[in-house]
Protein backbone atom coordinates (compact mmCIF):
# COMPACT_ATOMS: atom_id res chain seq x y z
CA UNK A 1 0.00 0.00 0.00
CA UNK A 2 2.82 2.25 0.84
CA UNK A 3 4.05 2.53 -3.32
CA UNK A 4 0.69 2.75 -4.10
CA UNK A 5 0.18 5.99 -1.61
CA UNK A 6 3.13 7.41 -3.15
CA UNK A 7 2.05 6.90 -6.82
CA UNK A 8 -1.18 8.93 -5.70
CA UNK A 9 0.73 11.64 -4.31
CA UNK A 10 2.18 11.65 -7.96
CA UNK A 11 -1.21 11.73 -9.86
CA UNK A 12 -3.10 13.72 -7.29
CA UNK A 13 -3.65 16.88 -8.97
CA UNK A 14 -3.53 15.58 -12.78
CA UNK A 15 -6.39 12.95 -11.71
CA UNK A 16 -7.89 16.08 -10.57
CA UNK A 17 -7.52 17.90 -13.76
CA UNK A 18 -9.03 15.66 -15.49
CA UNK A 19 -12.12 14.15 -13.30
CA UNK A 20 -13.31 15.00 -9.99
CA UNK A 21 -15.39 12.26 -9.91
CA UNK A 22 -12.22 9.86 -10.37
CA UNK A 23 -10.54 12.14 -7.87
CA UNK A 24 -13.07 11.39 -5.67
CA UNK A 25 -13.32 7.75 -6.03
CA UNK A 26 -9.36 7.38 -5.81
CA UNK A 27 -9.86 9.27 -2.10
CA UNK A 28 -12.22 6.53 -0.77
CA UNK A 29 -10.11 3.91 -1.99
CA UNK A 30 -7.66 4.83 0.59
CA UNK A 31 -10.13 5.84 3.65
CA UNK A 32 -9.12 2.73 6.33
CA UNK A 33 -5.89 0.61 6.56
CA UNK A 34 -7.34 -2.10 4.86
CA UNK A 35 -6.15 -3.15 1.23
CA UNK A 36 -6.36 -5.89 -1.34
CA UNK A 37 -5.35 -7.09 -4.76
CA UNK A 38 -8.77 -6.02 -5.82
CA UNK A 39 -8.63 -2.43 -4.57
CA UNK A 40 -4.98 -2.23 -6.47
CA UNK A 41 -6.77 -2.97 -9.43
CA UNK A 42 -9.35 -0.63 -9.04
CA UNK A 43 -7.19 2.01 -8.06
CA UNK A 44 -5.02 1.59 -11.81
CA UNK A 45 -8.55 1.31 -13.62
CA UNK A 46 -9.89 4.79 -11.88
CA UNK A 47 -6.13 6.02 -13.05
CA UNK A 48 -5.87 5.00 -16.60
CA UNK A 49 -9.99 6.02 -17.14
CA UNK A 50 -9.16 9.24 -16.05
CA UNK A 51 -6.56 10.15 -18.88
CA UNK A 52 -9.13 9.60 -21.14
CA UNK A 53 -11.25 12.31 -19.83
CA UNK A 54 -10.25 15.77 -21.13
CA UNK A 55 -10.04 18.12 -18.62
CA UNK A 56 -13.24 20.86 -18.27
CA UNK A 57 -13.05 24.62 -17.31
CA UNK A 58 -14.09 22.93 -13.44
CA UNK A 59 -11.73 20.60 -13.03
CA UNK A 60 -8.77 22.41 -14.41
CA UNK A 61 -9.99 25.56 -11.96
CA UNK A 62 -10.00 22.87 -9.13
CA UNK A 63 -6.96 21.50 -9.83
CA UNK A 64 -5.50 24.79 -10.23
CA UNK A 65 -6.48 26.37 -7.10
CA UNK A 66 -5.14 23.44 -5.28
CA UNK A 67 -1.68 23.67 -6.20
CA UNK A 68 -2.06 27.53 -6.19
CA UNK A 69 -2.09 26.26 -2.48
CA UNK A 70 1.71 25.78 -2.43
CA UNK A 71 2.41 29.55 -3.72
CA UNK A 72 -0.15 31.91 -2.20
CA UNK A 73 1.65 32.98 0.87
CA UNK A 74 4.98 33.39 -1.06
CA UNK A 75 4.06 34.38 -4.49
CA UNK A 76 5.12 38.69 -5.23
CA UNK A 77 2.38 40.86 -5.70
CA UNK A 78 3.02 40.15 -9.14
CA UNK A 79 2.60 36.77 -9.35
CA UNK A 80 -1.08 37.02 -7.15
CA UNK A 81 -2.26 39.13 -9.89
CA UNK A 82 -1.10 36.99 -12.37
CA UNK A 83 -2.51 34.04 -10.91
CA UNK A 84 -6.16 35.46 -10.78
CA UNK A 85 -6.19 37.02 -13.86
CA UNK A 86 -5.42 34.03 -15.25
CA UNK A 87 -7.65 31.57 -13.66
CA UNK A 88 -10.91 34.04 -13.98
CA UNK A 89 -9.43 33.08 -18.13
CA UNK A 90 -8.83 29.59 -18.13
CA UNK A 91 -10.34 27.03 -20.15
CA UNK A 92 -9.46 24.05 -21.80
CA UNK A 93 -8.61 25.34 -25.02
CA UNK A 94 -6.92 28.62 -23.70
CA UNK A 95 -5.00 27.70 -20.71
CA UNK A 96 -2.14 29.77 -19.94
CA UNK A 97 -2.17 29.18 -16.16
CA UNK A 98 -1.30 25.69 -16.50
CA UNK A 99 2.62 27.03 -17.55
CA UNK A 100 2.54 29.65 -15.35
CA UNK A 101 1.96 27.22 -12.64
CA UNK A 102 4.89 25.35 -13.96
CA UNK A 103 6.83 28.18 -13.68
CA UNK A 104 5.99 28.79 -9.80
CA UNK A 105 6.93 25.00 -9.41
CA UNK A 106 10.38 26.05 -10.92
CA UNK A 107 10.97 29.23 -9.13
CA UNK A 108 9.69 27.79 -5.65
CA UNK A 109 10.62 23.80 -5.76
CA UNK A 110 7.70 22.82 -3.39
CA UNK A 111 8.64 18.99 -3.30
CA UNK A 112 5.26 17.77 -3.29
CA UNK A 113 4.51 19.36 -6.97
CA UNK A 114 7.92 18.40 -8.24
CA UNK A 115 7.56 14.50 -7.70
CA UNK A 116 3.97 15.27 -9.35
CA UNK A 117 2.99 13.75 -12.70
CA UNK A 118 1.51 17.35 -13.35
CA UNK A 119 4.90 19.05 -12.86
CA UNK A 120 6.53 15.74 -14.77
CA UNK A 121 4.24 15.55 -18.00
CA UNK A 122 4.43 19.45 -17.98
CA UNK A 123 0.40 19.80 -17.78
CA UNK A 124 -2.35 17.49 -18.23
Same mark, same amino acid.
Request: hydrophobic share 30%; aromatic share 16%; charged share 25%.
Given at each position: %? +???????? =?????? %??? &? !??? =???? #????? $???????? *?? #? =?? !?? /?????? /? +??????? *??? =??? %??????????? &???? #????? /???? *????? #?? $??????? /????????????? @?????? @?
Amino acid at each position: %M +RNLQKDWA =YHKYWV %MGH &S !QAH =YNAL #RLLFK $GNDWSEEK *TQ #R =YH !QL /IDEAGT /I +RPSKATL *TTS =YQH %MWGYFKKRATD &SEKE #RYKLL /ISQV *TPEDD #RL $GPFLLEL /IETYQPPYLLHSK @FYKEKG @F
